[in-house]
Every structure is written in C-alpha cells, then in structure tokens.
C-alpha cells in the first residue's frame, strides 16, 4: 500500500502485483474440545479416541470418537429402532419436510460450515462457500421434493425403503458426500449409519446439531466416526440392508467381495483418470480455465478430475504454453484466505502418495513443470503440477493420483482420442472440447463414462446423476436415479 | 427299406460359427453327445463378444429392435422342434412372445430409463441408457428354453454382447436356439452359447477381466464364490428371475451416462 500513497506525486504503479492477506474470520466456528458418537439422538463417550487437526497448519482441532465393533453395532440397532417406531411408516410428506427444514438450515447456516470444512479438510474458503454448501443445501431439498412423489419416479413398481443403509464417505467432499448420501437415502423412507472419512468428521459432526435443529427423530441418522475399522464394523454389520460407498476402487473391491452372497444392495463410487479431450478447434481460453477447473479443482482430490490432458497436436504447444502461464496466476495457500485457489493436501497420507507417483513420473522419464510459488512451512502442501511427454503406461498416466498433478498425452484423430480416453479401467468422467456440435455428440457417445462435460468441466447438480462406468462404480447418485439404491421393488 | 436319418453333432456358438470345444471333449445329455466346453472357450467366446459389441451398440435402436423381432420369427418357424426339446408347445410361444415383448423395447428405453435434468445453470444435461458391455449369463436349469430366453434378451436389447451357458442338463434347445439366432441378422458374436459344466465355466466368466456384468440366474448355491470372483474388476451382479419379463431386466445390464454442454450465444 505504502507505493500508492508516495508523497508529492500522482499513485505509482505498484512493482508487485501481489494480494494482501483476505481471511475468511473462523470466529463463526465454536469447536467443541472432544465429539462423541452420535447415536440414537445423543451423544455416546467413545471407548477410543484421536485428534483432527487442520492440514493446513497442522493445529490440533478437536478429539474425536474411534468408533468401535461395539459402537458400530450401537449405532445400527438405533437405526433399526428408528426405522420400526415409525420413520418408515411416516408419510412421504412429513418425511419431506424434515428435508426442507435440513436444506434450509443448511442454508442459514452456509458460511459456519463453509468456515469448518476449510479448515478441517484443506479446501479453499471460496470453493466451500461457492460449491459444497450451496450444492449440499440443495441436494437436501431436492430430495425432500422426491420424498412424497416416489410412485411416480417408479410407476408400476411399488417403490418401498430398503431399510438401514450403512453409508461410508470420502475426505474430499466431506459434507457434500454426507447430503449426497443422507437426502436421498431419508427421502425413501431408511434411516442412516454413516461414517464420515478419518480426516474430516468435523462437518458431519457439526450436521448433528442441524439434525437438533430440524427435530429429526433420534436415530434416524447415527453419525459414527473413526477409520478403516469402523467402516469395515459397518460393512459387516448383519443389520445393515444397504451400503453405499464412496472411495477408492481398492476399497470399493475389498467391500464387494465382503458383501459377496450376502444379498445386501450396494453402490459404489470409485476412483477416476478422467481424460480432457482438447480438439484444435475450441475456444482455447476457455479450454485452459476448463483444464485449470479439472485437475485443480479442490487440489486435485476429486474423483472424477481431469488428469489426463489429451491434447491434439495441432494445439498442443499453445495450449499447453498457455495452461503454464496460467498456473502461475494460482494462489496457493491458506484455504481460509477469500483469494486462495488451491488449498492445503488433506492429510500427510495423502501427500506421500501424490509425492511418491510424482516422482514415479519423473523416473519414467515425463518432463514436469510447477510454478514458482512459495509453499507454507508447516501443513501438508503440494504445487499445481503439469507433466509433459508423458507416455500412455506411466504410472501417472494410469493410476489415479488424487491431487494438483496433471498428465499431458497428445493424440491426433478423434478415433485416437477416443481410443486413449478409454484405455483406463476406469470410467467416472470425461471432458471435450470443441466448437463443433456434432463431434461433441460423437465423442459423447464413444466416451466409457458415466459423466461426460463438453465444453465444460466438474459441473455438478443434485437433478443430474453421478456415477461412473467400469471399475469406477456402479449405481448413480443425484437425480431420479439416486433414488434407486434407497428402494427395494414389491413388483 | 426305412431310410437312416442324419443325427445332429451339437456344438457351441461362438462368433456366430458353430466349433467344437478347443478341448475336444464331450458330455452325454438328453441323450446326445453334447460339446463340454473350456477355458479357452470362454476366452474365445468372450473375445468374439468384445468384438461384435461395439457394432451392435451402435445399429439404430430401430434396426435392433428389427433383428430381435426377426429371431422371434425364426423360432416361430420351428415351433415343432423346440417343443421337443422343451416343456412343450406352451414353452415355445411364452417364448416367443417374451422375445417380441423385448423387441419393442429396443427404441423406447431411452425415453423410460433417461431423460433430459433441469439442473440449476446455464447448460444442457441429459441422460441415456448405455449397454454395460459384454455380459456372462448363467442360463437355469429349467426350463430349458424359456429360462434362457428370459435371461438372454434383457442384456440384448439394451446393446449388450453376451457369453451365456446353457442349462447343463437341458443343453438342446439352447443349441437350437444358437441356430435361429444364426438366422435372424443378429451379428456374429452378439450371442454366444457355452454348453458344458457351469461349475467349470462359472467361475471363469466371473473373475473374467473383459466381462462387465455377471447374471446369477442360475448359480445355485454358488453365488457368493462368483460373487467374489466378480468383484476383482467391479462387475455388475445380477440375480436374474427364471420367469419374469420387465424393462428393469433390462435395465440392470445398462449404464446411464450423463452429459452437460453450456447454454450461451
């Protein structure tokens, strides 16, 4: 500021274009010191406990329930109680208005939650503000439009709830995923044993008083945190009727094979290495924001991100001269701060990995480029990354990394695209662009995946399904669709 | 002096061509020696399956819908030697009428299963029905031709490609059957037909990497073992009915596949 006010002359231009610090306040935020399990309404001591902290600074946050075999099976017999006295002999009306009341307050209380979500996961302010809240409120009441109208989206079927569904989330949208499983799941009638991930119970737990709020009835959603074991507790659970889990494609395979003859309804949401599909003749700026928006987008740690870049080679140095200049215009940093873009890697688990398939590429022989940008000291951090002459069997161009890491492959013919985009076992997404309709359609229609933006990138609505192909999953979440998983048939 | 007919060798379909087990072995039933198939069959057949599924996906929704309708002519036009190899004469018609009910459907699903999402934003979003690829169906045992009509055509009208194995005690109307899909313009390799011993094929198919989706149908017992097997590339389970004709048959072997392009000038 000081260049602006020099004495005796017009204000100079400043030498650094540089943004002073724009804190988001955190005094809408009251942490408790320790989080029980929520269960049957109240809140049950835990027998084992661990710390949350903030992956930013690593401040310790809160201490936090391990929910155990014993908690686990607590929280489903509270659900079984819940489903039996009356939640799923409630009129889909009465049980719709529990939801609006849930988005509404979702609502009111957007910016406390956003502020929570960013320091417990890492996400910059503006996206848990702009994204997850706004997107989490309406899922809440979408779904609470479904709750009395379920004939309708299955004439003929006799749609009834399936019972208790055993739900088990990821870090990277910790209160996006709980109202991606919770509204549709309350919306047919079934109560809720969910498992928010290890690293992120704060928001799911701060859900519990929105719960209060809105005046569920106890047991309706149980709220069980820990890790691994508790999510495996509750996989195993004889009383569960339905999991649904979002997560990695190991996981999700572990869950499968467990549940295995077991007759009980899944859906899973797995990994992703979405190909972004850039033709010579799109509108490149808008490409380069779409691409920066793929694999940038909450530091990379998305599903369905654009990490594969496939480049036509007609386009190919400017396109990717342009997306380097562009990098450096990323703010990375402190996810509270209003200007931030790319925030702090959620765990320390999580940023040896990307670091140890970062490195697998550079031994590979991919040429990697990163910004100049200066890192904070303490917390778990990692710079937008852009690897080029990356072959089609390196590591990085297979294995989904799950963070700011991009792979640059090129192709020629859109045959060619086509055929690299689908060389993956997975299949969750994938992103074209070019001005020319019918190619969008053809891509469109060749594309193995569940989602396909054209022209766009990460978009998400609660009216649209979410879902992938092939080892990506099975089963959709968002839309009429969603709302299969969460009903059984009387046909 | 009565003359001696000329008895049948009953072999696999497998790419629209009807070979021998690579094995060369057989086994005795109905009375005949019927192929007993491999490992290696299955590969192949799934391999013909691979390949015919793109092009099948990719004929109009009409002209599928043609080709299924045109498989039920062909079995009409046998009526007499199904009903040997079957409960008889009432199995063939519920047959027959099963595989022109599912016809129909090939041009409407799109509009029943997907549809058009008015999300919250300047873009175009809709959805459509995809086939999952190439499916595994475990035929059931009884009854032997209206079991496997049952279980075939969900997967096929939908644009699937499917490797299924035949009722191991009932295998010959599976086998007639492969004739008059041989005759009715379905493309070679859409449908193929494994006889053998499903404890040796099922779980082949089911730990096959290239499979997408595993019909249970007739699994008896074996279920939680395929199951498992299954879960290595995330196929698709379906515990499919022995008699029962619905669009949500067909749709357990369908992916929905959604799209978003912006609304601007």
């Known amino acids: 500021m000081a260049e602006l006010d020099r004495p005796g ?15 988001e306040s955190r005094d809408v935020v009251h942490l408790r010191d320790r989080y029980g399990l929520f269960i049957g309404g109240e809140w049950l001591e835990p027998s084992e406990t661990y710390e949350t902290i903030s992956p930013a600074t690593e401040e310790p946050l809160a201490v936090i329930g391990q929910a155990s075999v014993a908690d686990v099976d607590r929280a489903v017999v509270a659900a079984r109680t819940a489903f039996a006295d009356g939640w799923s002999s409630l009129p889909g009306s009465e049980r719709a208005k529990y939801l609006f009341r849930i988005a509404r307050i979702l609502q009111e209380r957007a910016r406390e939650f956003a502020v929570l979500e960013s320091l417990n996961g890492g996400k910059p302010i503006k996206e848990s503000r702009d994204v997850d809240l ?28 399936v019972g208790v569904a055993g739900q ?14 919770i509204a549709p799941a309350l919306a047919c009638g079934n109560t809720v044993v969910l498992k928010p991930a290890e690293t992120t119970p704060l928001t799911a737990l701060l859900f519990c008083d929105v719960l209060r709020q809105a005046e569920l009835p106890a047991g309706v959603v149980n709220i069980v945190t820990g890790d691994g074991r508790t999510g495996a507790a509750l996989v195993e659970h004889d009383g569960v009727d339905k999991i649904a889990f979002t997560g990695s494609t190991d996981v999700g395979k572990a869950i499968q094979r467990r549940l295995a003859g077991s007759g009980k309804k899944l859906t899973l949401e797995l990994g992703g290495k979405a190909a972004n599909i850039v033709f010579d003749d799109c509108a490149l700026d808008q490409a380069v924001e779409g691409i920066v928006n793929g694999i940038y987008f909450n530091q990379g740690h998305v599903c369905c991100a654009g990490s594969r870049l496939l480049a036509q080679e007609s386009i190919y140095e400017p396109l990717v001269e342009k997306l380097k200049r562009r990098l450096e215009t990323l703010r990375v940093g402190d996810p509270l701060d209003k200007n931030t873009d790319v925030g702090a890697i959620n765990s320390a688990m999580q940023l040896e990995k990307i670091r140890e398939l970062v490195e697998s590429g550079r031994e590979e022989g991919a040429e990697i480029y990163q910004p100049p940008c200066r890192l904070p000291e303490k917390g778990y951090w990692f710079a937008p990354t852009v690897f080029t002459n990356v072959a089609q069997s390196y590591r990085i161009a297979q294995e989904e990394i799950f963070g700011p890491v991009l792979s640059v492959l090129t192709f020629r013919t859109p045959e060619e695209a086509i055929e690299k985009a689908n060389n993956s076992p997975y299949g969750l997404s994938a992103g074209v662009w070019t001005e020319k309709g019918s190619r969008i359609l053809w891509m469109a229609q060749r594309l193995r995946a569940g989602v396909v933006w054209a022209n766009t990138f990460n978009r998400f609505d609660p009216s649209s399904p979410f879902g992938g192909y092939k080892e990506s999953g099975f089963g959709r979440e ?6 299969e998983p969460y009903l059984r048939f009387d046909e | 002096m009565t003359r001696l007919p000329i008895k049948k060798t009953y072999k696999l379909f497998v790419g629209g061509a009807f070979p021998r087990s690579e094995s060369g072995r057989t086994y005795e039933a109905e009375g005949q020696n019927v192929a007993r198939a491999s490992r290696k069959d299955v590969r192949d057949a799934v391999r013909a399956a691979r390949a015919a599924q793109p092009g099948w996906a990719g004929a109009t929704a009409y002209n599928r819908g043609q080709v299924l309708y045109r498989l039920a002519e062909m079995v009409e036009a046998r009526i007499p030697e199904f009903a040997e190899l079957c409960s ?6 519920r047959s027959i009428d099963r595989v022109v009910w599912y016809a129909g459907w090939a041009d409407k699903l799109p509009q029943v299963l997907g549809g058009a999402n008015p999300v919250a934003g300047p873009y175009f979003n809709f959805t459509i029905p995809e086939p999952t690829g190439v499916v595994a169906v475990l035929a059931p045992d009884e009854p032997p031709l209206l079991g496997l009509v049952t279980r075939l055509l969900p997967p096929l009208v939908g644009g699937n490609a499917v490797v299924a194995v035949a009722s191991e005690q009932r295998p010959l109307a599976a086998i007639e059957l492969a004739e008059a899909i041989a005759t009715s313009d379905l493309p070679g390799g859409v449908v193929n037909l494994l006889t053998g011993f499903r404890s040796e094929l099922a779980p082949v198919l089911a730990s096959h990497m290239d499979v997408n989706a595993l019909d249970l149908g007739a699994a008896n017992g074996a279920a939680a073992e395929l199951e498992q097997l299954a879960a290595e590339n995330v196929k698709r389970i379906v515990h499919g009915g022995v008699d029962v004709q619905s669009p949500w048959e067909i749709a357990s072997f369908l992916e929905l596949k959604t799209v978003w392009h912006p609304i601007g000038q």
């Open chain 1, 9 to 23: 002359g017009s204000p100079a231009v400043p030498s650094d274009w540089t943004y002073a610090p724009a804190p």
């Open chain 1, 134 to 161: 706004p997107l989490a409120a309406a899922h809440f009441f979408y779904y609470a439009g479904w709750a009395d109208k379920l004939e309708y989206a299955f004439p003929n079927r006799r749609p009834r709830p």
């Open chain 1, 168 to 181: 088990i989330i990821p870090w990277n949208f910790p209160l996006l995923m709980l109202a991606w499983k």
């Open chain 1, 478 to 483: 968002g839309g009429l669709h969603g709302l």
């Open chain 2, 88 to 93: 008889g004469r009432d199995e063939v018609e």
